[in-house]
Nanobody, 123 residues
Framework: QVQLVESGGGLVQPGGSLRLSCAAS????????VGWYRQAPGKQRDLVAI???????NYASSVKGRFTISRDNAKNTVYLQMNSLKPEDTAVYFC?????????????????WGQGAQVTVSS
């Protein structure tokens, strides 16, 4: 089982930026589809960004144009650059490295999570 460690979260003012990192203990093969979820207090965990290969990225409408997902397979690391942050982006962010398309949407192959990175956007 791959261990995931997210970092880079913090408190930022509206309009600010943060860059999250996710280090995986095992190899992230270039064929893996990786992504970021987020969970706000009292809400479900939602998928906000995925990347297949090196550049085939897709985003939830709520973050499109503001967030950028990237990966460095040599470092077994996934990144999420977040710009123009809004209070509604406040959540715990989790990375995953085992997504697959099940015919209707993106699903996980395994049910494990890292500790997440807390992002708080507030003035």
């Amino acid at each position: 089982q791959v261990q995931l460690v997210e970092s880079g979260g913090g408190l930022v003012q509206p309009g600010g930026s943060l860059r999250l990192s996710c280090a995986a203990s095992g190899s992230i093969f270039s064929s893996n589809v990786v992504g970021w979820y987020r969970q706000a207090p009292g809400k479900q965990r939602d998928l906000v960004a995925i990347i297949a290969g090196d550049s085939d990225a897709n985003y939830a409408s709520s973050v499109k144009g503001r967030f950028t997902i990237s990966r460095d397979n040599a470092k077994n690391t996934v990144y999420l650059q977040m710009n123009s942050l809004k209070p509604e982006d406040t959540a715990v962010y989790f990375c995953v490295v085992d997504l697959f398309w099940d015919g209707r949407g993106w699903s996980r192959r395994y049910d494990y999570w890292g500790q997440g990175a807390q992002v708080t956007v507030s003035s």
